[in-house]
C-alpha cells in the first residue's frame, strides 16, 4: 500500500462541482480583484473567527508584514518570536526592519514557552508573534497576560491552525491581529497562494487594507508606502466554498489524530501532548522519535509519505546568521528539528491507510 503525506483527491472529488461553478461565476463577471467575492469570503470568515474585521491578501507572509507594519513596528524594535516556527515568521520582522528575538518552545506541545517570554523583553520590545504550531493554540491567557503587564501588541500566526479553539475561542480572536494562510495545503486552503488579516479594531483594519493595496485609501491617493497585497477574486470564491466544510474536515483531521494516539505503541515514538484547554485541528500530526531519520526510512520504504517540520531551526538558517546564535544556544528548538517527523494527515484518508501507518510505526 502507498500512503501519501497529503492528498487533495479526497476533498476535491467532493467539493469539485462547487469550486468549478464558482470559477465560472467570477469569470462570467470579468471582475478578479476586489470585488464580491472578496466581500464575502472577508463577512464570512471574520465571523467564523469571532471578530469584526478580515482583510484579504496576498499570502501568510504578507499578512504577518502587513500587521506588523499597521501597528508602526519597524527599525529600532523588537519582535518575540518563537524559535520553533515556519520561517515566514521570521521573515515578516525582518521585512518591517524589526529584530528578531527568539524564545523557546514547550517541549511537549512545540508552542512558545510563556514562562521564558519576560526575561527576553527589554525596552525596545514592542509584539509578541505566538504561533498555533501544527494546529494547537498556545497558552494564550499567559500569553496576554504578559503583553497587558508590559503594554506590547500581540499577533498571532494562525497559518496552521484554521479553526483551533483555545477555551472555547477560535485562534485569531484573542491579539490585536492574527495572520492566515491560505495556502493549498493549509486545513482552509486556496488554490493558489492567498492570505488573510483579522482585527477587532477597525482602525487597525483600514490601515491593512490600505497597506496592502499600494498605500492607498481611495483610487490614486496613496497615504502610506504601501503593498501590492490582495485577494484576488477567484480564490475568494474559492475559499468560500471550502469554509463552509471547514468544521467537518477538521473534525474528520481529529478523528484520524485519535486513531494515531490510541495505536501508536511504540516506545520509540514520542506523541503530540494536546493541553485540555485546547481544541486542535492537527494541521500536522507531528511525533518525535531519537531515530528519527531511521524512522523515516523505515515508512518511507513501506510507501508511507513523511515530512519534517522543521529540519533546520531558524537560528541555524544561513540567512539568519546575522543573528550571532550557533548551535546549542536554543537546544529546545534543535532537539525538535533532529527528532520531529510528521505522519500523513489528510482529509478522506482510509481506516485502512490509517491503520497501515499505525502499523508501520508499531513495527519500527
Same mark, same amino acid.
Given at each position: 500500500?502507498?500512503? +501519501? %503525506?497529503?492528498?487533495?483527491?479526497?476533498?476535491?472529488?467532493?467539493?469539485?462541482?462547487?469550486?468549478?461553478?464558482?470559477?465560472? *461565476?467570477?469569470?462570467? /463577471?470579468?471582475?478578479?480583484?476586489?470585488?464580491?467575492? $472578496?466581500?464575502?469570503?472577508?463577512?464570512? %470568515?471574520?465571523?467564523?473567527?469571532?471578530?469584526?474585521?478580515?482583510?484579504?491578501?496576498?499570502n501568510g507572509l504578507d499578512a504577518l508584514m502587513l500587521a506588523l507594519k499597521s501597528l508602526g513596528i519597524g527599525k529600532g524594535d523588537?519582535?518575540?518570536? +518563537?524559535?520553533?516556527? %515556519?520561517?515566514?515568521?521570521?521573515?515578516?520582522?525582518?521585512?518591517?526592519?524589526?529584530?528578531?528575538?527568539?524564545?523557546?518552545?514547550?517541549i511537549n506541545t512545540y508552542n512558545i514557552d510563556p514562562s521564558l517570554i519576560e526575561e527576553k523583553i527589554t525596552d525596545r520590545t514592542k509584539a509578541i508573534i505566538p504561533v498555533h504550531l501544527y494546529g494547537q493554540?498556545?497558552?494564550?491567557?499567559?500569553?496576554? $497576560?504578559?503583553?497587558?503587564?508590559?503594554?506590547? *501588541?500581540?499577533?498571532?500566526?494562525?497559518?496552521?491552525?484554521?479553526?483551533?479553539?483555545?477555551?472555547?475561542? /477560535?485562534?485569531?480572536? %484573542?491579539? $490585536? &491581529?492574527?495572520?492566515?494562510?491560505?495556502? +493549498?495545503?493549509?486545513?482552509?486552503?486556496? &488554490?493558489?497562494?492567498?492570505?488573510?488579516?483579522?482585527?477587532? $479594531?477597525?482602525?487597525?483594519?483600514?490601515?491593512?487594507?490600505?497597506?496592502?493595496?499600494?498605500?492607498?485609501?481611495? !483610487?490614486?491617493?496613496?497615504?502610506? !508606502?504601501?503593498?501590492?497585497? *490582495? &485577494?484576488?477574486? &477567484?480564490?475568494a470564491a474559492f475559499l468560500s466554498v471550502k469554509l463552509k466544510y471547514l468544521e467537518r474536515m477538521n473534525e474528520e483531521r481529529r478523528r484520524i489524530a485519535d486513531c494515531y494516539t490510541k495505536g501508536i505503541k511504540n516506545s520509540k515514538i514520542v506523541l503530540p501532548v494536546v493541553k485540555s484547554e485546547c481544541?486542535?485541528?492537527?494541521?500536522?500530526?507531528?511525533? /518525535?522519535?531519537?531515530? *528519527?531519520?531511521?524512522?523515516?526510512?523505515?515508512l518511507n520504504q513501506k510507501g508511507i509519505g513523511t515530512n519534517k517540520h522543521y529540519p533546520i531551526p531558524i537560528h541555524l538558517q544561513q540567512c539568519y546568521k546575522d543573528l550571532g546564535l550557533s548551535e546549542n544556544d536554543l537546544p529546545i528548538a534543535e532537539k525538535i528539528s533532529e527528532t520531529e517527523l510528521s505522519l500523513p494527515m489528510f482529509y478522506g484518508m482510509s481506516d485502512d491507510e490509517i491503520k497501515y501507518v499505525i502499523d508501520a510505526i508499531n513495527e519500527f
Amino acid at each position: 500500500m502507498k500512503v +501519501p %503525506f497529503v492528498s487533495f483527491l479526497p476533498m476535491e472529488k467532493e467539493i469539485g462541482e462547487e469550486i468549478k461553478l464558482a470559477f465560472e *461565476r467570477v469569470f462570467s /463577471r470579468s471582475w478578479y480583484i476586489e470585488g464580491e467575492e $472578496d466581500k464575502n469570503f472577508e463577512k464570512a %470568515f471574520a465571523e467564523y473567527i469571532g471578530v469584526d474585521h478580515c482583510i484579504g491578501v496576498g499570502n501568510g507572509l504578507d499578512a504577518l508584514m502587513l500587521a506588523l507594519k499597521s501597528l508602526g513596528i519597524g527599525k529600532g524594535d523588537e519582535v518575540i518570536v +518563537p524559535s520553533n516556527t %515556519f520561517i515566514a515568521t521570521a521573515l515578516a520582522v525582518s521585512y518591517v526592519g524589526a529584530t528578531l528575538v527568539l524564545v523557546e518552545p514547550e517541549i511537549n506541545t512545540y508552542n512558545i514557552d510563556p514562562s521564558l517570554i519576560e526575561e527576553k523583553i527589554t525596552d525596545r520590545t514592542k509584539a509578541i508573534i505566538p504561533v498555533h504550531l501544527y494546529g494547537q493554540a498556545c497558552d494564550m491567557d499567559s500569553i496576554m $497576560d504578559i503583553a497587558r503587564k508590559h503594554n506590547l *501588541r500581540v499577533i498571532e500566526d494562525c497559518a496552521q491552525a484554521h479553526g483551533a479553539l483555545y477555551k472555547g475561542k /477560535r485562534v485569531g480572536s %484573542f491579539g $490585536d &491581529l492574527a495572520a492566515f494562510s491560505f495556502y +493549498p495545503g493549509k486545513n482552509l486552503g486556496a &488554490l493558489g497562494d492567498a492570505g488573510a488579516v483579522v482585527t477587532r $479594531d477597525a482602525g487597525l483594519a483600514e490601515i491593512v487594507r490600505a497597506l496592502g493595496n499600494y498605500g492607498s485609501d481611495y !483610487k490614486y491617493h496613496h497615504i502610506y !508606502k504601501g503593498n501590492n497585497s *490582495r &485577494l484576488d477574486e &477567484l480564490q475568494a470564491a474559492f475559499l468560500s466554498v471550502k469554509l463552509k466544510y471547514l468544521e467537518r474536515m477538521n473534525e474528520e483531521r481529529r478523528r484520524i489524530a485519535d486513531c494515531y494516539t490510541k495505536g501508536i505503541k511504540n516506545s520509540k515514538i514520542v506523541l503530540p501532548v494536546v493541553k485540555s484547554e485546547c481544541l486542535p485541528v492537527w494541521h500536522i500530526y507531528a511525533v /518525535r522519535c531519537d531515530e *528519527r531519520d531511521a524512522l523515516e526510512m523505515h515508512l518511507n520504504q513501506k510507501g508511507i509519505g513523511t515530512n519534517k517540520h522543521y529540519p533546520i531551526p531558524i537560528h541555524l538558517q544561513q540567512c539568519y546568521k546575522d543573528l550571532g546564535l550557533s548551535e546549542n544556544d536554543l537546544p529546545i528548538a534543535e532537539k525538535i528539528s533532529e527528532t520531529e517527523l510528521s505522519l500523513p494527515m489528510f482529509y478522506g484518508m482510509s481506516d485502512d491507510e490509517i491503520k497501515y501507518v499505525i502499523d508501520a510505526i508499531n513495527e519500527f
